[in-house]
């Protein structure tokens, strides 16, 4: 993906579509919904040939904390902060 492209994928109405073919929304409401809502992140990798899109949702809430009852199965999940990969502590 060019990056004058790549720069410009999550504006609203933007598009590569020819015109009436693509409205341009929905990357634009897929970040609204993963980032805005959810604070989460959505990150592009592209390469020629190879585009890909990787969304991170939190679990909970910023620095919560959510626990499976207490036990020696009990897994113990953390939200790290928005958009960033979870920790898994046993």
């Known amino acids: 993906m060019p990056p004058e492209i790549k720069d410009r994928i999550f504006e609203p ?9 693509g409205t341009g929304l929905g990357l634009d ?30 679990l909970t809430a910023q620095n919560d904390t959510v626990a499976a009852p207490d036990g020696p199965d009990a897994v113990h999940l953390a939200a790290g902060g928005a958009g960033s990969p979870f920790t898994k502590e046993s």
């Not at 409401?29 to 592009?44: A, C, D, Q």
Request: proline content about 8%; overall charge positive; aromatic content about 12%.
């Open 29 to 58: 409401i897929s970040f609204r919904i993963v980032v805005n809502k959810h604070h989460g992140e959505i990150n592009l990798e592209s390469s020629p040939g190879d585009t890909r899109f990787r969304v991170w949702l939190p």
């Open 13 to 21: 109405f933007f598009t590569t579509k020819p015109v009436g073919e």
